[in-house]
């Protein structure tokens, strides 16, 4: 089991920005992608951001151009630098990690989350 742990939230005003990161257990170069979730109450869970192990990247509409997601293989690391703030990105952040192209649930791990709050 891969266990990931995220830090980094709090909580900061309208055009601020935070640098989220997401701590492994065990080697994040033996995972197909990470990704960044966010939620916030009455809401779905959104896709934030991704990377796979080939580096690619995605983003989901909304954030693109203000986020950037990283990893860093040698601290098992990813993070997720947010700027340019909005208070609708207000949510908890989870990370996500995938171990196959598959993508099944039984491929993902997940954290428990870290609360932003973007105040306008």
């Known amino acids: 089991q891969v266990r990931l742990v995220e830090s980094g939230g709090g909580l900061v005003q309208a055009g601020g920005s935070l640098n989220l990161s997401c701590a492994s257990s065990?080697?994040?170069?033996?995972?197909?992608?990470m990704r960044w979730y966010r939620q916030a109450p009455v809401k779905q869970r959104e896709l934030v951001a991704r990377?796979?192990?080939?580096?690619?990247?995605y983003y989901a509409d909304s954030v693109k151009g203000r986020f950037t997601i990283s990893r860093d293989n040698a601290k098992n690391t990813v993070y997720l630098q947010m700027n340019s703030l909005k208070p609708e990105d207000t949510a908890v952040y989870y990370c996500n990690g995938v171990r196959t192209f598959l993508d099944r649930n039984t491929d993902n791990y997940w954290g428990q989350g870290t609360q932003v709050v973007v105040s306008s």
């Open positions: 990377i796979t192990s080939s580096a690619t990247t």
């Open positions: 065990r080697g994040i170069d033996t995972l197909y992608a």
